[in-house]
């Protein structure tokens, strides 16, 4: 679902991993 999608690209954007937070927000839209 797209929450969950959500709730994955911000665990890795707190993560420091921008790029991959990037790919899943891209994906989302």
Known sequence: SIGLKRNLA???Y???KYE???S????LV
């Open 10 to 12: 911000n665990s890795f």
């Open 14 to 16: 707190r993560q420091g």
């Open 20 to 22: 991959a937070a990037l």
């Open 24 to 27: 899943h927000y891209s994906r």
